[in-house]
């Protein structure tokens, strides 16, 4: 059995020794704290192919995570989504490192499914099923010719889901697609740290 100390140390954000040399090579790529036009609309892509009401593709430094891609519903339309809420969850560009279930991800190499995230200790505690009201979780890391894990696309919802081998097929598809997109835009400068 264990200890509320173990209890405790399994919802805090695992170590993640790679920060320091995943922001270099995001600003290397030149992937920042800006929202991305193709990004954004892979990520409504997303939400099309799972019904997830949001979708981001998220880059993750030492201290932060930051949605380039986001797609979310209009304020309103959340509002009716959410019965009897009176106002939606509102989901910005930008969430703190300890926040979501991304950085495990990206700590992990892995995609992570959770078809309701309170059937998981570790993952019940996070401050966004309080703040924001997730309560499923679907994403896979961003991960680069040389190994470097760079982010995660990823799908969140307030109700839980059933994602199945469908849904982990989608979001590991959409996780390459992305990767694709970064490749080609590297691709067209010979200058690009993806050519060297």
Known sequence: MSSPENEFRLTITPEDPGAPERAKRLRDLGIGNLPDPEFDELAKELTELTGAPYAMVNFIDSDHQYFAGLAAPAPDAASQ?????????EVGREMDRDHGYCPHVVVRGKALVLGDVCDYPRFAGNPVVDKIGIRSYLGAPLIDDDGNTLGTVCVVDTETHDWGRPGLDII???AEKVMERIRERSAADPHHPLQG
């Open 81 to 89: 989504a959410l019965s009897g809420a009176s106002e939606a969850p």
């Open 172 to 174: 590991k598809g959409m």
